[in-house]
């Protein structure tokens, strides 16, 4: 759940700490205290886009950071592990934003990108906003919902994964079915292509031997007549030869060392050099007698890279990509040859994988229309309870309603309400009532929300366009909620307010010419007043007050 909230320069919040607890908490405050900027405060946490705007004016940056207890959130700590982020049962995240729209993250201490921020959000919080409604007609939405309710993720994998494998087929059989004329032309051009670089024939590392080797042929008379200079100097000389040098220091050296032993490391220096100007002298021999003039060779090695780079410069390539080019070329030949027979082994594999598809679709289908009955039924004894005692909602499910390949199935999803005995069913979108549509709205959410494995749910004035007794049944039914878990409503309605377990008051604070937000938790005597404020009037009376104390008590006798 989520322990607290700290939020530094953000929108009209200077500093603001909040420390929450299980169960319901409400907030409620003057319009424009600043309640739903806290939410907005939790959205940047939880991975929404950043604006340059949130920044508090005259602040360089906004910071907002959170702590949860993952007692009740399995999916996240599990999503910790697998990122390597886990810190015990806690987790700490960090958002900054600069006033230039820059933004950084960090979870647990390490910086992470906002998409990765957003994966682990969906695991911590589930935010119900007030313009809820607006989403929901749209089909795709509801489709979504039903989805989440009927709690069938496999089946839907499994529609996915095979709508994507019949979607590559029938990608691949129709690039083959355009190869025509043109595609021959193409083979007879590859069969050439690739018959001259076969017949070429050039190595891996030919190209490097065969450059060492031109190097080396063309500089023969200069590497056999310096190399025998250099071997005369090391020992063939008469005079000072290098190796009769260092023989004869070595023999003085060792006659001083039998007198003084300063000079016995001087002889081993000395030793070595000798021995390795005798190594150096063999080596150097060996090597000047393999060297050969040979100007025949000499003519094939450059034939052979004048071919090389003939061809190199005819396909507008490097030379030593010729090797890479020639199994390229030659793939898509063989590709291109054998496209026949694998156009008949796709066509195979189309048949098979529609048939595939459509047993996938139809086990989804069956899911779906039995999750259906069920969330139409509980939405419908919720909107009974919300002041529409005649309403009946339900879904509708119409399977294969379209022939396209589509990762969600075939069928359509389609939400109905008949608000009074004797309409028939509307779809969602054509309930006339903005009343009617925001009562219903907060059924689908309350159930939406009973059934989600988020261990913190918030409610962003979802209860907006209710009132009276209505207002208390969805007080009570958002209490419900929060009492396995931990639920957070910002509300105007007291009928709502009362039932909560926490009551926090948002404020704002004017201080030398600015404005900032304050929350406070209440105790009791402040909770009344702040109820009987909620009831109405200019001046709170003896008679509000016990009327905001009877609700109170009344929520939690």
């Known amino acids: 759940m989520l322990a607290e909230i700290t939020v530094r320069n953000f929108a009209i919040i200077d500093r603001l700490e909040v420390e929450f607890e299980s169960g319901m908490t409400v907030l409620s405050g003057e319009t424009g205290a600043g309640k739903s900027i806290l939410v907005d405060a939790l959205n940047l946490i939880l991975g929404d886009r950043a604006d340059a705007q949130a920044v508090r004016e005259g602040a360089e940056r906004a910071e907002v950071s959170a702590r949860f207890v993952l007692d009740d959130a399995p999916a996240a700590h599990q999503w910790l592990v697998d990122h390597e982020l886990d810190d015990e049962n806690e987790c700490v995240i960090r958002r900054v934003v600069a006033s230039e729209g820059r933004s950084r993250c960090w979870i647990n201490g390490t910086p992470m990108p906002a998409r990765e921020l957003r994966e682990l959000g969906e695991r911590l919080v589930d935010i119900h906003g007030q313009h809820a409604h607006q989403s929901l007609l749209r089909r795709s939405a509801q489709r979504a919902l039903l989805d989440e309710y009927g709690e069938h993720p496999d089946t839907l994998a499994a529609v996915a994964d095979a709508a994507e494998a019949l979607r590559a087929t029938r990608d691949e059989i129709a690039r083959i079915e355009q190869i025509d004329d043109a595609g021959d032309m193409r083979i007879d051009l590859l069969r050439y292509q690739v018959n001259e670089l076969e017949a070429l024939d050039l190595g891996a590392d030919e190209l490097d031997e065969l ?53 016995k490391p001087i ?73 026949g027979a694998r156009l008949d082994a796709l066509r195979a594999d189309e048949t098979r994988q529609t048939d595939d598809y459509r047993k996938a679709a139809k086990a989804l289908s069956a899911k779906r229309a039995k999750a259906a009955k069920q969330l139409g039924a509980a939405i419908t004894r919720i909107i009974q309870s919300l002041g529409m005692p005649e309403g009946d909602f339900s879904v509708q499910v119409t399977p294969e309603a379209h022939e396209r390949i589509n990762a969600a199935g075939t069928d359509e999803i389609e939400f109905l309400i008949a608000a009074n005995p004797g309409q028939s069913a509307r779809p969602l979108e054509r309930v006339a009532s903005g009343g009617e549509l925001s009562r219903i709205s907060l059924a ?114």
Do not use: W, Y
């Open 267 to 339: 002889l081993e220096l000395v030793t070595g050099a000798r021995i390795q100007a005798q190594e150096a002298v063999d080596s150097l021999r060996h090597h000047v007698d393999t060297l050969d003039i040979d100007p025949q060779r000499f003519r094939e090695v450059e034939q052979r890279l004048a071919s090389i780079q003939d061809l190199a410069r005819k396909h507008h390539c490097n030379p030593s990509d010729l090797p890479a080019l020639a199994d390229r070329l030659g793939e898509e030949l063989q590709s291109l040859e054998g496209a």
């Open 444 to 557: 689908i959410e309350v159930v939406a929300a009973a059934r989600t494995r988020v261990p913190t749910l918030v409610f962003d004035e979802v209860d907006t366009g209710i009132g009276g007794g209505v207002a208390e049944i969805v007080g009570r039914q958002l209490r419900e909620l929060g009492a396995t878990g931990q639920s957070l409503c910002v509300t105007h309605l007291p009928q709502v307010a009362a039932q909560a377990a926490h009551h926090l008051h948002v404020a704002k604070h004017v201080a030398e010419g600015q404005t900032s937000t304050r929350i406070a938790l209440l105790d009791e005597q402040a909770r009344v007043e702040e109820l009987a404020r909620m009831l109405g009037g200019v001046e709170l009376t003896a008679q509000t007050r016990a009327h905001a104390a009877d609700m109170i008590a009344r929520a939690h006798g």
């Open 211 to 263: 450059e060492a080797e031109h190097r080396r042929l063309a500089s023969a008379e200069r590497l056999i007549g310096d190399g025998q200079h250099a071997l005369a100097l090391l020992f063939e000389a008469e005079d000072g030869a290098a190796t009769d040098q260092l023989g004869g220091a070595e023999r003085l050296l060792n006659d001083l060392a039998a007198i003084d032993d300063g000079f």
